[in-house]
């Protein structure tokens, strides 16, 4: 039995649906905010509830139907007993749906132990906001590709591929967007339920093996992709960390960078751009070559902020740490964090130039409670920086 399902997924967004300040002090200032600004909040309300109010009408338990039907239930006006108990309620499905996905999370954990390396990596990290490039079927497989531009993990492509396929429900098209998910081990294999986005799907397949392949950003990437520099960001690629051309339509190996047109070789064709647009051979992938910029990946996972770690030079610390090249900053207090006690004496006389921040600067709160935690900090500094060591 499944802990996931549509249903309960739906339930957890209706219940959350109706927007209602929990407190009179809230209530307080929003009439006031609606005075301020000319608006009639009782109207505001009103409209608001009525978008929903044939939904709300079908989920919400029946005590709460009178004040759904005079408009009150999201106004000051409703009791305030009927308010607390619509919160409590509110606040019990959301317990509910956090216990489900724990519960899916769980049984996720415990099928990791029989997966192949390459899926087991994939799965311990999320796949939430994933983006469903592809899916490809034969009479026994499954090849779903994912976009992970908007997720949570480096990996920049994701393929997963069910062999074998036992059953299948549900169906998956390109641009939705993977959000919740359960994995189990069966009997005849492995088998997840995914419930995707835009449109709305709960999809459910088992198959004997499910295997994984991925692909990470050029540590480049991220200067060029909004530029759209094509030429530039080719010279900046390393063909030894594996360079592939994936697209919705193909996925080819670069063996080859070149400076000019056609840049891009592959083992048997190459990227070839006309008046009528892009082409690997004669499959037409992109308007212009600045698109193909989002096609390139990677074998191997590059550090884009590598640099930063890099250390600074204790001879050149104080001027790095307190200069104005961003860059150099970082890389100063950086090198500062990871060596407190060997370098106590250069912190202490870099603290000693500096004024506590005005406004909560999160970068002096984490350094100086840092430097105060590795006991490395005069009582002179301590008593300086005294307000961010007593928060």
Not at 342 to 360: D, H, S, V, W
Request: hydrophobic share 40%; net charge negative.
């Amino acid at each position: 039995m499944w802990h996931l399902t549509m249903q309960v997924k739906k339930a957890y967004e209706n219940a959350m649906r109706l927007f209602i300040y929990e407190s009179e002090e809230a209530w307080t200032d929003y009439l006031a905010y609606a005075k301020e600004n000319d608006i009639d909040p009782y109207k505001e309300k009103k409209q608001e509830l009525d978008v929903i109010r044939d939904s709300l009408m079908s989920y919400l338990p029946l005590r709460f139907h009178t004040y759904i039907l005079d408009s009150t239930l999201n106004t000051p006006n409703v009791p305030k007993h009927v308010r607390e108990d619509f919160l409590r309620w509110r606040n019990e499905q959301e317990q509910l749906f956090e216990n489900i996905l724990d519960a899916a999370y769980e049984e996720k954990q415990k099928t990791l132990a029989y997966m192949k390396s390459k899926a087991r990596e994939v799965f311990e990290q999320s796949l939430h906001d994933a983006k469903v490039v592809s899916i490809r079927r034969t009479a026994t497989q499954v090849v779903l590709t994912l976009d992970m531009a908007g997720g949570f993990t480096a990996k920049s492509i994701i393929y997963l591929t069910f062999n074998n396929i036992k059953s299948e429900l549900g169906q998956v098209v390109p641009k939705q967007f993977y959000i919740y998910d359960e994995l189990r081990k069966t009997a005849n294999g492995f088998a997840l339920r995914v419930i995707l986005d835009c449109p709305e799907v709960e999809w459910t397949i088992e198959a004997e093996e499910l295997d994984a392949e991925f692909y990470y950003r050029p540590k480049t990437y991220s200067d060029f992709a909004e530029s759209g520099n094509f030429a530039a960001y080719v010279q900046t690629l390393q063909l030894e960390n594996g360079l592939i051309f994936i697209t919705p339509q193909c996925k080819k190996q670069v063996v080859g960078l070149q400076h000019h047109a056609p840049f891009l070789i592959f083992e048997d064709s190459h990227l070839n751009e006309n008046e009528h647009g892009v082409f690997v051979d004669s499959i037409r992938v992109a308007d212009k070559l600045e698109d193909c910029i989002h096609f390139l990946h990677t074998d191997t996972y590059e550090d884009p902020y590598a640099h930063f770690s890099e250390p600074i030079p204790i001879q050149d610390l104080e001027e790095a740490a307190l200069g104005t090249d961003l860059e150099l900053k970082v890389r100063a207090w950086n090198t500062m964090y990871a060596n407190p006690v060997q370098l106590t004496e250069k912190i202490n006389q870099i603290l000693m130039q500096m004024n506590p921040a005005q406004g909560g600067d999160m970068m002096q709160y984490v350094f100086i409670r840092h430097f105060y935690n590795e006991g490395i900090l005069t009582a002179e500094l301590q008593a300086k920086f005294n307000d961010i060591l007593t928060e």
